[in-house]
């Protein structure tokens, strides 16, 4: 069956739910660098999708940690059923308390809540988690921050935003006079990194800019706040404000 | 009343032959289940002989079985049509070695019968899902080529599914 061409291999393969894919990952090593390929990756979601949609609405760390370790459930918000429970296997989780950054494409974010810099993604799918190395710290006096998540499906990649709020009223003149720097940072999960967008003056005020233009080059980040379209040509990044967070 | 008799036209009928010269005189609207046979229907002024010089009779007088099938139960539009196919797609793939599924596998991948691959890998993949790693290697004949520890490492990595 090996010497199947590799298009009817992958067909096989992208079948199969993922606890089959972890274990014939052990085969042998065609098999393990097959359904680790970024593209298969992408193959294999795009055939599962419809079959585990997940729409998390709540995270809920139950917090017997001693017992259980942290313990981590996903619900639908259709119906609040529990369609994901899982013990993080992360030693570096230092507060019980998490919230949900946002998920798109099977992957969920989630950060600790005493401490918005701690980052998680997990792949609810394959249970593998991991911890996203710290931004870059914010410029002094920092009023607010919001984080956001999605996948780039130009760069096939997992990406985390990060606005940083400068004090001040957004939308003020007044303040861009006064060179407030609002910064946005973004993170690649295919990079491991950080990297600064972008800082402007002002960003909150121009989102009447780019409300209406979405290319395919666009890609946004979403939450139930908030959103944050990037256009990675440009790079223009619009902040879309749907309620006001402040922290 | 119209009767749909006299609005018969003749069925262009297709000769297809396989690699070891066997002949299979096929209707066309059969053999265009086929996506390469479609392409070269289309073309103008194609042949009604087609030489099929990757297939050999045995599997391509299967794929053949499974394109006439499909052709019959799609003519009249009954909604038990897809419940029919599917039964009938049950049976086909119910008893086939590994040997014959390689080859039809080939066979349909080589002649574009996008559904029969369908058919086919989904059959593979239920021979996949579930299993232990050592039963899919002894299915697949598949010697594991990892060095003393790796596999236990993968394996120690997603040990949830091992459970």
């Given at each position: 069956?090996?010497?199947?061409?590799?298009?009817?291999?992958?067909?096989?393969?992208?079948?199969?739910?993922?606890?089959?894919?972890?274990?014939?990952?052990?085969?042998?090593?065609?098999?393990?660098?097959?359904?680790?390929?970024?593209?298969?990756?992408?193959?294999?979601?795009?055939?599962?999708?419809?079959?585990?949609?997940?729409?998390?609405?709540?995270?809920?760390?139950?917090?017997?940690?001693?017992?259980?370790?942290?313990?981590?459930?996903?619900?639908?918000?259709?119906?609040?059923?529990?369609?994901?429970?899982?013990?993080?296997?992360?030693?570096?989780?230092?507060?019980?308390?998490?919230?949900?950054?946002?998920?798109?494409?099977?992957?969920?974010?989630?950060?600790?809540?005493?401490?918005?810099?701690?980052?998680?993604l997990l792949n609810p799918a394959t249970k593998e988690s991991k911890r996203i190395p710290p931004p870059p710290a914010c410029p002094p006096r920092t009023n607010?921050?919001?984080?956001?998540?999605?996948?780039?499906?130009?760069?096939?990649?997992?990406?985390?935003?990060?606005?940083?709020?400068?004090?001040?009223?957004?939308?003020?003149?007044?303040?861009?006079?006064?060179?407030?720097?609002?910064?946005?940072?973004?993170?690649?999960?295919?990079?491991?990194?950080?990297?600064?967008?972008?800082?402007?003056?002002?960003?909150?005020?121009?989102?009447?800019?780019?409300?209406?233009?979405?290319?395919?080059?666009?890609?946004?980040?979403?939450?139930?706040?908030?959103?944050?379209?990037?256009?990675?040509?440009?790079?223009?990044?619009?902040?879309?404000?749907?309620?006001?967070?402040?922290? | 009343?119209?009767?749909?008799?006299?609005?018969?036209?003749?069925?262009?009928?297709?000769?297809?032959?396989?690699?070891?010269?066997?002949?299979?005189?096929?209707?066309?609207?059969?053999?265009?289940?086929?996506?390469?046979?479609?392409?070269?229907?289309?073309?103008?002024?194609?042949?009604?002989?087609?030489?099929?010089?990757?297939?050999?009779?045995?599997?391509?007088?299967?794929?053949?079985?499974?394109?006439?099938?499909?052709?019959?139960?799609?003519?009249?539009?009954?909604?038990?049509?897809?419940?029919?196919?599917?039964?009938?797609?049950?049976?086909?793939?119910?008893?086939?070695?590994?040997?014959?599924?390689?080859?039809?596998?080939?066979?349909?991948?080589?002649?574009?019968?996008?559904?029969?691959?369908?058919?086919?890998?989904?059959?593979?993949?239920?021979?996949?899902?579930?299993?232990?790693?050592?039963?899919?290697?002894?299915?697949?004949?598949?010697?594991?080529?990892?060095?003393?520890?790796?596999?236990?490492?993968?394996?120690?990595?997603?040990?949830?599914?091992?459970?």
């Amino acid at each position: 069956m090996e010497s199947l061409p590799c298009n009817i291999i992958e067909e096989i393969v992208s079948r199969l739910d993922v606890k089959s894919l972890m274990r014939l990952k052990c085969a042998s090593k065609s098999w393990l660098s097959l359904i680790c390929r970024s593209d298969f990756i992408v193959l294999h979601l795009k055939r599962q999708k419809s079959s585990r949609l997940l729409y998390p609405l709540y995270i809920h760390p139950i917090d017997d940690i001693a017992r259980h370790g942290n313990s981590l459930s996903v619900r639908s918000s259709e119906n609040f059923e529990e369609i994901y429970s899982h013990v993080l296997n992360m030693v570096d989780v230092k507060s019980p308390y998490l919230t949900l950054v946002g998920n798109d494409n099977g992957i969920l974010c989630f950060q600790e809540v005493t401490n918005c810099d701690m980052v998680y993604l997990l792949n609810p799918a394959t249970k593998e988690s991991k911890r996203i190395p710290p931004p870059p710290a914010c410029p002094p006096r920092t009023n607010y921050t919001l984080y956001g998540f999605g996948y780039d499906s130009l760069t096939n990649d997992f990406k985390v935003v990060k606005v940083s709020k400068r004090p001040g009223i957004h939308g003020s003149s007044q303040l861009r006079d006064n060179k407030s720097s609002d910064q946005v940072r973004v993170y690649s999960l295919r990079r491991n990194s950080w990297k600064t967008l972008m800082t402007t003056s002002g960003i909150f005020s121009e989102l009447e800019l780019g409300s209406g233009s979405s290319s395919s080059d666009t890609f946004t980040y979403v939450n139930q706040k908030y959103s944050v379209v990037v256009n990675g040509s440009t790079p223009y990044v619009v902040v879309i404000m749907i309620n006001t967070y402040l922290i | 009343m119209s009767s749909s008799s006299t609005t018969t036209t003749t069925t262009r009928l297709l000769m297809l032959k396989a690699s070891d010269g066997v002949t299979f005189e096929v209707e066309e609207a059969v053999a265009t289940k086929l996506g390469a046979i479609n392409n070269m229907v289309e073309e103008e002024g194609s042949e009604d002989l087609i030489c099929l010089p990757n297939v050999n009779g045995k599997f391509l007088g299967m794929v053949l079985e499974w394109c006439k099938k499909h052709a019959n139960n799609n003519t009249n539009s009954d909604k038990g049509n897809d419940e029919v196919n599917k039964w009938w797609d049950k049976e086909f793939v119910m008893d086939l070695d590994q040997n014959t599924l390689y080859h039809l596998l080939m066979a349909a991948d080589y002649l574009s019968g996008t559904e029969l691959v369908d058919l086919l890998t989904e059959k593979v993949a239920s021979m996949i899902r579930g299993k232990k790693v050592e039963e899919i290697r002894e299915t697949f004949k598949i010697k594991s080529d990892f060095l003393p520890g790796q596999e236990e490492e993968i394996r120690k990595k997603n040990s949830w599914a091992f459970e």
